[in-house]
């Protein structure tokens, strides 16, 4: 494994392509260490990502876990050629999905909650000391996009899939994650640089592609 490191994301360990086909066949085949080994490597990523998009620690924790469990039960059935990166995530992305229309339904008397993103993102002491005024800005450029634009970043930014992975994820055309990408950059752009006047003018716009 190979491993990069991401200022303010901490250290990621990118599987090699021969690695992560030995691990498919060991996971196929029974294998718990290959469990733990993927485990290892995923956990923490898939954490970050659900965290950022659902914004409440115990709901992410709770579709990882759920997560986890997808690949246990589909061990056997995977294909010898399994990207696992881009299957763990299209997995979490879809319970992710399904979890919010889940909320859309037992909250539909209330019009105000058609925004589905309830809660911050929990930060403990020492998130926030070790964060500087740029990070702090850029993680809350992210939290403030819409989802369809905050998963193509933190996909492609944060957890360095490939775009055309990260677009199999995400169930849409290369092109089309390419141009979610490119709206992602203008937005945290606007964001960072001037908060205050995105926040007057940006807050129309954010909100009319949250409700497509």
Same mark, same amino acid.
């Given at each position: 494994?190979?491993?990069?490191?991401?200022?303010?994301?901490?250290?990621?360990?990118?599987?090699?392509?021969?690695?992560?086909?030995?691990?498919?066949?060991?996971?196929?085949?029974?294998?718990?260490?290959?469990?733990?080994?993927?485990?290892?490597?995923?956990?923490?990523?898939?954490?970050?990502?659900?965290?950022?998009?659902?914004?409440?620690?115990?709901?992410?924790?709770?579709?990882?876990?759920?997560?986890?469990?997808? +690949?246990?039960?589909?061990? /056997?059935? $995977?294909? *010898?050629?399994?990207?696992?990166? =881009?299957?763990?995530?299209?997995? &979490?992305?879809?319970?992710?999905?399904?979890?919010?229309?889940?909320?859309?339904?037992?909250?539909?008397?209330?019009?105000?909650?058609?925004?589905?993103?309830?809660?911050?993102?929990?930060?403990?002491?020492?998130?926030?000391?070790? +964060?500087?005024?740029?990070? /702090?800005? $850029?993680? *809350?450029?992210?939290?403030?996009? =819409?989802?369809?634009?905050?998963? &193509?970043?933190?996909?492609?930014?944060?957890?360095?899939?490939?775009?055309?992975?990260?677009?199999?994820?995400?169930?849409?055309?290369?092109?089309?994650?390419?141009?979610?990408?490119?709206?992602?950059?203008?937005?945290?752009?606007?964001?960072?640089?001037?908060?205050?006047?995105?926040?007057?003018?940006?807050?129309?716009?954010?909100?009319?592609?949250?409700?497509?």
């Amino acid at each position: 494994m190979t491993v990069s490191q991401l200022r303010g994301c901490g250290v990621i360990y990118i599987v090699e392509p021969e690695i992560e086909v030995a691990l498919v066949w060991r996971l196929r085949a029974g294998d718990s260490a290959a469990f733990d080994e993927i485990y290892a490597v995923f956990n923490q990523r898939l954490l970050s990502f659900l965290t950022r998009m659902a914004k409440n620690r115990s709901v992410a924790e709770d579709l990882l876990e759920e997560t986890w469990l997808r +690949l246990v039960s589909s061990a /056997e059935d $995977l294909r *010898a050629d399994t990207r696992l990166g =881009p299957w763990l995530f299209t997995v &979490a992305r879809n319970l992710y999905v399904s979890y919010c229309r889940s909320r859309v339904r037992e909250w539909a008397y209330t019009a105000d909650l058609v925004l589905l993103w309830p809660g911050e993102l929990p930060r403990t002491p020492f998130d926030v000391a070790s +964060l500087n005024e740029f990070e /702090e800005r $850029l993680e *809350a450029a992210i939290a403030y996009l =819409p989802p369809i634009y905050r998963e &193509a970043i933190l996909l492609v930014g944060v957890e360095q899939l490939r775009p055309v992975d990260a677009a199999k994820v995400c169930g849409v055309s290369a092109e089309s994650l390419r141009q979610r990408l490119k709206r992602a950059r203008e937005l945290i752009s606007r964001f960072v640089t001037d908060q205050d006047s995105f926040a007057k003018t940006g807050r129309k716009e954010l909100s009319h592609v949250t409700k497509r």
